[in-house]
């Protein structure tokens, strides 16, 4: 008989929501999940069943986040009506970010995806199932401390890649290592240093492949410092792209067809410093290809960025942004020259 593989790759939204809640339905005796956002009605069911079988279901959710915030209420008044614990995540962070499920004390999902509709069908993200147990002791660690609001020390070395901890670190050495093409998915590109690593990867000879968004989705606040260093990966030769078909809201990096890095941490300040991240680094040789293969499809139907002072505009005033968004990114614009 055929061992089933210690990790294996969900793929959003090809794969859908399906295993996330396959796993919750085979729950036997507890289930933890600490979420940035989650109202999804299919993964709000699911949970209550577990409950409802006599499971033991714990949730973090992180408070700080204003989008969706009637919808997300009644998520939380539902699950707790069922007789789940719900507790709003750890203060110490500025936010929550970490994405994780872990079922029954053997099985773990790390992922990019929240728990909403639009994240199981609208966005490309991933998610890395784990059976390791090292893997799994460690993420069921650090729910239990930031449970109890305790300090967390993580394990080295380790797979996991956890923020705040050693996330710009890990991140750096994994760009750096990389000999002949990086592979880039991410929605924010706000940490000079990361963009530093990205700069010299190219300059050494790299092929340097970015998938992001487009700047008019950036928040006002962040709007120079992800123009700036889009602006600056472009001119030493990353090639930078934008989806059509779907949003992005991965978090991967995938070096020289064998090592990635899968899960919650944007390029920015904020998640390596300030907000509780988890992710972690594989060299599993099928879910490598498959993250390879999905990555090349999108980047078929995808479209090069225009980062002209003009083509920023441009972006800017077609989606219709308030008055002071557009007069702010003309003001960086000038100032830039």
């Not at 970490?98 to 994240?119: H, I, M, P, R």
């Not at 989705?217 to 260093?229: D, H, I, K, Q, R």
């Amino acid at each position: 008989m055929t061992k089933r593989p210690l990790r294996s790759l969900v793929v959003l939204p090809d794969d859908s929501a399906k295993p996330l809640l396959e796993a919750i339905a085979a729950a036997k005796a507890t289930v933890r999940v600490k979420m940035f956002e989650l109202s999804d009605p299919s993964a709000v069911e699911a949970l209550i069943g577990a409950r409802q079988r006599g499971v033991s279901v714990r949730i973090m959710v992180d408070p700080t986040r204003a989008r969706r915030h009637r919808e997300r209420m009644a998520a939380r008044r539902r699950l707790r009506r069922a007789g789940i614990d719900v507790l709003s995540s750890n203060p110490h962070f500025s936010a929550t970010h970490e994405k994780s499920l872990v079922v029954d004390e053997g099985t773990a999902f790390v992922q990019s995806c929240n728990w909403e509709t639009e994240y199981f069908t609208h966005t490309r993200d991933f998610a890395i199932r784990t059976t390791n147990r090292d893997e799994v002791a460690a993420i069921i660690k650090c729910f239990e401390a930031d449970w109890r609001r305790r300090r967390f020390q993580p394990d080295e070395p380790s797979s996991l890649i956890w923020c705040p901890w050693e996330g710009r670190e890990r991140f750096a050495h994994f760009i750096d290592r990389a000999e002949e093409f990086l592979i880039i998915q991410n929605d924010r590109f706000q940490d000079p240093i990361i963009v530093e690593h990205v700069v010299r990867a190219r300059s050494r000879g790299v092929k340097v492949h970015v998938l992001t968004r487009p700047v008019h989705s950036l928040s006002e606040e962040n709007m120079a410092e992800g123009v700036s260093a889009l602006q600056m990966m472009h001119d030493v030769g990353v090639k930078i792209h934008k989806l059509e078909h779907l949003k992005l809201h991965a978090k991967m990096m995938l070096a020289d067809d064998h090592t990635a890095i899968v899960g919650s941490i944007n390029i920015s300040v904020g998640s390596f410093d300030k907000r509780r991240e988890l992710a972690i680094e594989l060299t599993d040789a099928a879910i490598v290809d498959r993250l390879r293969r999905v990555h090349h499809r999108d980047w078929r139907r995808s479209k090069a960025l225009d980062l002209s002072d003009k083509g920023l505009a441009a972006d800017i005033e077609r989606h219709h942004l308030e008055d002071n968004v557009v007069a702010r990114w003309r003001s960086l614009a000038q100032d830039q020259h």
